[in-house]
Nanobody, 116 residues
Framework: QVQLVESGGGSVQPGGSLRLSCAAS????????MGWYRQGPGKERELAAT???????DYADSVKGRFTISRDNAKNTVSLQMNSLKPEDTAVYYC??????????WGQGTQVTVSS
């Protein structure tokens, strides 16, 4: 079992910044991928950004250049710095953990609201 605890999120005006953090605990495999997915109102859950233990990052086209994902392998944490936020970034953001051949784990979700 893996537990994911998220922090951060909240409300911000367009153009503002927020930072999300997630800490994983439990049966952490040395090779894994962690990151963030999001689900906006009336939309399906989609990738925001991910980061593998090997150093590979992946970003949704809509967040490239504005969001930066980082991770600390020793602490099993992953963070998402979100800058230049737009109303369309409004969503519940879910921390994600996965390892080869196993089901993914998800955090409880944290709300990000971008509105003037």
């Amino acid at each position: 079992q893996v537990q994911l605890v998220e922090s951060g999120g909240g409300s911000v005006q367009p153009g503002g910044s927020l930072r999300l953090s997630c800490a994983a605990s439990g049966s952490i495999f040395s090779i894994n991928i962690m990151g963030w997915y999001r689900q906006g109102p009336g939309k399906e859950r989609e990738l925001a950004a991910t980061f593998t233990t090997g150093g590979k990052t992946d970003y949704a086209d809509s967040v490239k250049g504005r969001f930066t994902i980082s991770r600390d392998n020793a602490k099993n944490t992953v963070s998402l710095q979100m800058n230049s936020l737009k109303p369309e970034d409004t969503a519940v953001y879910y921390c994600y953990y996965n390892r080869p051949g196993r089901p993914a784990y998800w955090g409880q979700g944290t709300q990000v609201t971008v509105s003037s």
